[in-house]
């Protein structure tokens, strides 16, 4: 699927095709009455990255992922002050809406046993998906801060977070109660004398479930994969910084993380279990592995093991039980 939406647009043309667009906006701090300027007019008055919008716009109308070019250029700042405002708008406006409706359509006091326990269930459900934003803005997101300043910890990594059990089961919980919810309200909810209303709650609750997904695959199929090319930047800039700092270094001598990543190769480690093992990305691996060969000429693991071993990286019982192409 090609790309509907393009730099040169009409952003006003943009939210007549397609009404969801207007989120979009606000997420990215976009006021109504731009007239017919374009895309990358609005997107620049605005200090919005415009190929990071358009690439937005495209994922939510059209499920377009971004090509590779794409990934490389997209503004991973901009792309936080977006999901930022998502949290905001879901804790802050949407579902207090929400629950006002509930609230006004049927009698949620303890007189109404049915009606106050879907209110009580309804609040729980907020506060999951509260504790689950917090989560992220207070550990994820920080932690993204920290890369787009040019810093990390050594003993974090991207990884972590998308190894974390608990927060990929706090996932399932959100989607599970949601789905209680909608079949409480829907099969025991008590009548009530504003039909309409209850109804348009209840649609309302449905719009919630179907952005809150959106969100969370706009996450993992565009934030985090940019979050870790941003990461296997600033590992390179980190050892180079390192390299740079020791005057008595030749140029192309190798920096201690290549040389880790010497170690994971001569012990037949796949690109992936080295970047566990060092809490790096692959992207990073990967990098250090060409820069190795840039510097060493060795292209080949067999060659990097006499390497190792001739300059005392690694020992021969490090290696003698495995085998090399």
């Known amino acids: 699927m090609g790309h509907k939406y393009k730099a040169n647009d009409s952003l006003a ?59 490389t250029s997209l503004n991973v700042a901009s792309l936080l002050t977006y999901l930022h405002n998502s949290h905001n708008f879901f804790i802050d406006f949407m579902l207090p809406n929400i629950r006002r409706e509930f609230v006004d359509s049927i009698d949620c006091s303890t007189r109404n046993e049915i009606g106050f326990l879907i209110l009580k269930f309804f609040d729980d459900y907020v506060a999951e998906i509260a504790k689950h934003q917090t989560y992220e803005s207070e550990h994820f997101f920080t932690y993204v801060e920290g890369l787009l300043q040019g810093k990390r910890k050594a003993d974090i990594c991207l990884a972590n977070f998308e190894n974390d059990r608990i927060h990929k089961d706090h996932d399932k919980l959100i989607a599970q109660k949601m789905s209680d919810l ?18 348009d709650a209840l649609l309302h609750l449905y719009e919630f479930e179907t952005d809150l997904n959106s969100h969370t695959q706009l996450e993992d199929t565009i934030f985090i994969p940019a979050v870790s090319l941003l990461e296997s930047q600033v590992d390179v800039n980190e050892d180079i910084d390192e390299s740079a700092s020791d005057n008595s270094l030749e140029k192309d001598a190798l920096s201690e993380r290549e040389k880790e990543i010497i170690i994971g190769v001569v012990k037949g480690q796949t690109n992936k279990e080295i970047a566990d093992h060092l809490c790096i990305s692959i992207h990073t691996v990967l990098t250090h592995r060409r820069n190795i060969a840039r510097k060493l000429e060795i292209h080949s693991p067999a060659g990097l093991v006499i390497y190792a071993i001739v300059n005392g990286i690694v020992s021969i019982e490090d290696i003698k039980e495995l085998s090399y192409s």
């Open 182 to 199: 909608k079949n409480i309200i829907i099969r025991y909810c008590p009548n009530s004398t504003q039909k309409e209303q209850l109804n």
């Open 13 to 71: 043309e943009l939210i007549s095709d397609d009404f969801r667009l207007l989120q979009v906006l606000s997420r990215f701090g976009i006021a109504l009455g731009f007239g017919d300027k374009s895309v990358e007019q609005v997107c620049k008055e605005n200090n919005v990255d415009t190929e990071t919008f358009i690439v937005v716009c495209n994922f939510i109308s059209q499920g377009t992922k971004p090509s590779f070019d794409e990934f």
